[in-house]
């Protein structure tokens, strides 16, 4: 150590390495695989590289003021306003520096909300301090955008300055119409409802965060990410046109926008996401003649990810959601509780979501340095990556007259719709895992608890003129927990699920491995696996089969016992009266010969493991 610096510099100790040298090593270990093996791909076309050199020059993205926390903002959701003014501040009590109020019929209720009247903003905010640093959101239906007005109201009625309160009216007319695939008036007229509604609140003292520009929307919708940003930029510059056309100074206009974007399980890509998305709003600012400076931008955690399966491994993409969205620079943050997809969130729930961000804020002060991935080669590639396809997509919306006649005309949906399919088909091959709910699944899990409430009521939306396809919010679990739901209806039918038998053959080092996948795989669609010990003789085992109950039979083994073993197994569960058999493992060349003895499906990774589930519960629902 050197008593002058004081540092100790580990990597001394150490011969320096190249790019060269690493290829070798890996090279010695794909044996003659090609390097593409370790390169993939996003939803985006992307390039993933196995490993990047450090991205030279690389400045820090300018995001959250240095050192400064992002606002723990807890979502407010209860049907009963004195219920959820009882949550939100034993939220605040407990931790919280901000509240999203999210009532009934808006993009982010998932079933849920506040009732939207004037009585149940009034008694949700009772007791809470608005001008006391506490950040307040509003996240409404287009129906019920009279709540703006009711706020502003209320906040007068305090006498309390608005320049002392951190708000965001969450006025988005575009999101609200993609999600639901229709409007009762062109964007000419929403455009000039829009800025008279920013600009009586700024004349009333609420200058900034007035209009939200959402990117769940499309990431709802199973959206890829520069999808999401390019609605983003499309949304943002469309509020900015409407206000500039209204007469408010640019330089004013964009304090009025802010930017809400999800954050999922994908750490780098979230991470480079909320990245790209400032550098693609300052080059916005460059091109209308203004200095960047940056965005607001909320984050929420992904609607999508949710599982009903094995919800308590939500908390865990959760905890990266969150990790990733904190370190790309969010202002804002909040986390949907692990059990939102079940049903109304209880008090553990709620208490686990607002935990999740105290410990990554107040223990592991994630907050404490600005843009730590910049100059991260994987991150500042993944970066630039994004912002070039997500600002291809923004100026093809651009040409199509901007955000809503982009969806009004089809331009945007289909490829969210292209995207979503593509995801849906990397899930149902697990290639894309979901964990308790395409993998490593259950069956005896104990049900979680959440709150039986009847839904707040959504005031009508008014005749449609303008009708096109809505971008529909989904969750990326539901069609294996279809088929678990299923099984469910089932086993109370008939107090049995439909099973499996595991057929095993030779001994436990040939089979513990196949067996293990087997299990996994038929019971994440709800079917139960049967064990069993290893079979050498073909009539031992059609009795063991028979003894199970089951209808179906996997057969598990190595390559190298199925030569000998599989074909007689086969033949002998055939004659056992085996409805359907499986074989763990592809069937290389013996194929044709297992198809003869009575083997009717291969299961192994990579395949189709939704569609073959699917099938078995066809054949299941036909008995």
């Known amino acids: 150590m050197s008593s002058a610096t004081n540092e100790l510099s580990l990597a001394d100790d150490f011969p320096p390495a190249d790019q060269d040298q690493w290829r070798k090593l890996v090279d010695g270990v794909l044996k003659g695989a090609p390097f593409e093996k370790l390169v993939s791909k996003t939803h985006d076309g992307v390039t993933i590289q196995p490993i990047y050199p450090r ?30 003014n009882k949550q939100a501040l034993h939220d605040l009590e407990n ?9 009934a019929g808006s993009v982010g209720a998932r079933g849920f909300g506040l009732p939207p009247t004037k009585d149940a903003l009034e008694t949700v905010l009772d007791g809470v301090h608005l001008d006391a640093g506490i950040a307040i959101e509003l996240q ?15 906040i007068k009625s305090r006498g309390t300055d608005p320049a002392a309160c951190q708000l965001r009216f969450g006025i988005d007319p575009l999101g609200a119409r993609a999600v639901q695939g229709s409007s009762a008036s062109d964007w000419a007229e929403i455009a000039s409802g829009v800025a008279q509604v920013a600009t009586g609140l700024a004349a009333l003292g609420f ?139 209880d008090a553990f729930a709620r208490r686990v979501a607002r935990n999740t961000q105290l410990i990554l804020l107040e223990e592991s002060n994630l907050d404490k340095v600005a843009d730590p991935a910049a100059g991260a080669g994987g991150i500042e590639a993944l970066t630039q990556e994004l912002c070039a396809s997500a600002w291809a997509q923004f100026q093809e919306i651009e040409k199509a007259g901007g955000a809503f006649s982009a969806l009004a005309a089809g331009l945007i949906q289909p490829k969210v ?66 088929l678990r739901d299923k099984s469910d209806a089932v086993l109370a039918a008939k107090a049995a699920r439909p099973k499996v038998f595991l057929a095993n053959l030779g001994t436990p080092a040939d089979f513990t491995a196949r067996a293990t996948f087997a299990k996994s795989f038929f019971e994440t ?35 190298k016992a199925y030569p000998a073993h599989a074909a007689p197994a086969a033949e002998a569960l055939h004659q056992a009266g085996c409805k359907r058999i499986y074989l763990a493992g592809r069937p290389g060349e013996l194929e044709a010969s297992l198809r003869e003895a009575g083997v009717q499906e291969f299961i192994f990774a990579g395949g189709d493991a939704l569609a073959l589930l699917t099938n078995a519960w066809t054949e299941i629902e036909a008995a």
Not at 95 to 103: E, Y
Not at 246 to 251: N, S, T
Not at 282 to 308: I, N, Y
Not at 430 to 457: C, I, Q, Y
């Open 417 to 482: 719709a292209a995207t979503r399919a593509a995801r849906d088909k990397a899930i149902g091959k697990r290639r894309d895992v979901l964990t308790g709910a395409s993998e490593f699944p259950n069956l005896h899990e104990a049900p979680a608890t959440v709150l039986k409430l009847t839904p707040a009521a959504v005031p009508p939306s008014g005749e449609a003129k303008i009708s096109f396809e809505p971008l529909t919010p989904v969750r990326l679990a539901t069609p294996f927990e279809t």
């Open 140 to 154: 409404f239906a287009p129906q019920s955008c009279d709540l703006v007005s009711h706020l502003a109201d209320l």
């Open 525 to 559: 669609g709800g079917i139960e696996a049967i064990d069993s010990e290893g079979f050498t003789d073909p009539a031992a085992l059609a009795a063991a089969f028979k003894a199970s109950g089951a209808a179906f039979a996997c057969l598990c083994s190595s390559d």
């Open 207 to 345: 200058k900034a965060n007035l209009l939200a520009a959402d990117g769940r929307v499309i990431h709802d919708a199973g959206g890829s990410e520069a999808q999401e940003l390019a609605f983003v930029l499309a949304s943002a510059t469309a509020y900015l046109r409407a206000l500039d056309a209204a007469g408010v100074p640019l330089d004013q206009a964009r304090s009025m926008i802010y930017a809400r974007l999800s954050s999922d399980a994908d750490q780098f890509l979230t991470l480079a996401k909320f990245r790209a998305l400032r550098l693609l709003w300052a080059r916005v600012e460059e091109s209308c003649g203004l200095a960047p400076k940056p965005l607001f931008v909320a984050a929420e955690t992904a609607w999508r990810m949710l599982t009903q399966r094995d919800p308590s491994v939500n908390m865990l993409r959760a905890t990266v959601a969150t990790f990733s969205a904190a370190l790309g620079g969010a202002n804002s943050l909040v986390v949907l509780p692990h059990t939102l997809a079940l049903g109304l969130p």
């Open 55 to 84: 991205a030279k020059g690389a400045a820090p993205v300018a995001g959250r003021a240095p050192a400064a926390p992002w606002a723990i903002t807890q979502r407010i959701d209860h049907p009963d306003a004195r219920e959820a």
């Open 95 to 103: 931790g919280a520096t901000g509240l999203t109020l999210v009532f």
